[in-house]
Each structure stands twice: as C-alpha cells, then as structure tokens.
C-alpha cells in the first residue's frame, strides 16, 4: 500500500494502493500512520509521491457506493484524520504529483508545504461538487490554505480539473518538471527544507497553518451534518449515479 525509502534526510513515502491510489478506509488509516511514523523518524522532511501516471483519483467511490451508509460513516472520519495528519505535520512535507491528482488526490497536494507536479502526466483538480457530495471541512480548509482566494471558488463550484502549467499559473501548485525527475527535484527541495532548523520550521509553520486547524476543529457541528449528508439517500444515490454514468463506461 505505501513504499517508504529513506535518500539522505528525507524520507519518501510513495503510494502504492490499486491502480489509482484510491482512497478506501484501509488506505487512510495506513496513510494516518506512515505520517506519524514519519514525524517520530529521523527523517529531516518527507516528499510524498504516486506510481505511474496516476498521484490519486481520490476517494474510492466503487467502494463507497458497495459500503452503502455505514461505511461512509466509518470512513469520512478515517478520511478527515488522514487529511489533518498530513496537514499539520510538523516537518517539510513536498509532494511530487507525477500524474492525475484528482479530488482527494488534490487534497493530498494541498496538504504540502511545497507542491511539484509532472508536466503532460494528468490533471488535477477537485470535482467533488459535480459527483455530488459536499465537502467535508478538513479537505475544504486544506483547499482554502493551499489555492490563491481569487480562484478557489472556481476551483470548487464548477469542479475545474487543470493541466500542470494551468495549476502553475492559478497557484494551485507551486513548479513545474519533468516526468522523469519530479520525484528528485522534490526530493531536493524537501532537503533544502530540511536544513532549516526544526524548531524554528513546526513552529513557523503551525502558526501559518493554525487558523485553518482550528477551523477545522471549531466546525463540529456543520461537519457532523456533511457525514449524514454523506451517508444519507440523496448523496449516496448521486455517487450511484456517478459511478454509473463515468467509471463503470
């Protein structure tokens, strides 16, 4: 599910689950774990990474649709968890997107403090409004932090997915490379990182990225009515619909 290798002081943590790093109950919490892992190492950064010509589709919709309401009920706190971890990690955190970054996959892009993506591999984007689920507060905070304001609403409301140079252009990453060297050209960045003090890094970059955290943890309310939403008829039969009319052609 996750490959962890170690060059130098960075750790590199690729994904491996499925074709499509698709993101089901058991990969979440591997992820929450592979990040506190990460966190309790030696390791002066971590670049996160995909395989092939995907970074991730997202969430697992086939299985959600399977699961019914009682899995998404297990899995949107699985999911959330994943998301916080990743975001409020306290080290360098790059992210290499060598191929389509999709809805969760974006969101996993959004969680680093530097985001690299391979140019001509995919797209990346978060189309969650056009399945038909609304967003739960972590990934909507995470997205906010990460996407210049004047474009995230776009982003959000129509679903755009965007070419890499397109994702440069709007903010939504932060470089463009080659194909074949994106994982090292993030790993170099994570160990340029890494020479910053730590103490003087977590703490400047909890600061940065407190007001989103404490979004997230003061939004109880509205993000228990989501999960409901989640696990209710309307949603489910939306992502039904969905997974029928795209992935299922």
């Not at 506190?36 to 395989?51: P, W």
């Not at 899995?71 to 699985?78: G, H, M, S």
């Not at 399945?131 to 755009?160: D, M, S």
Request: glycine fraction near 8%; charge should be negative.
């Amino acid at each position: 599910m996750f490959e962890l290798t170690q060059r130098g002081p960075v750790a590199v943590l690729r994904m491996a689950h499925g074709k499509a790093n698709a993101m089901d109950l058991e990969f979440c919490r591997a992820l929450s774990l592979q990040v506190r892992a990460c966190e309790q190492s030696d390791a002066g950064a971590l670049v996160l990474t995909g395989q092939g010509r995907i970074f991730s589709a997202g969430v697992d919709l086939p299985r959600l649709v399977e699961g019914g309401s009682a899995y998404a009920r297990e899995f949107l706190p699985a999911m959330n968890h994943a998301f916080e971890t990743l975001f409020a990690f306290p080290k360098p955190l790059v992210v290499a997107v060598n191929g389509h970054a999709i809805a969760g996959g974006c969101v996993l892009t959004c969680c680093a403090d530097y985001r690299i993506m391979a140019r001509d591999a995919g797209r990346i984007g978060i189309p969650e409004l056009l399945v038909g689920v609304p967003f739960p507060v972590a990934p909507l905070e995470i997205v906010r932090f990460a996407t210049p304001p004047q474009h995230l609403q776009a982003l959000i409301y129509r679903g755009l997915t965007l070419s890499a140079d397109e994702a440069l252009r709007d903010g939504l990453i932060d470089a463009v490379g080659d194909p074949d060297g994106v994982v090292d050209a993030a790993v170099a960045v994570a160990a340029g990182l890494a020479e910053v003090p730590y103490e003087a890094f977590h703490l400047t970059k909890r600061l940065l990225r407190e007001p989103a955290i404490r979004r997230m943890r003061d939004a109880a309310g509205i993000d228990a009515i989501v999960h409901e939403a989640w696990a209710g008829d309307t949603v489910q039969q939306a992502v039904r619909d969905y997974v029928a009319r795209t992935l299922k052609k």
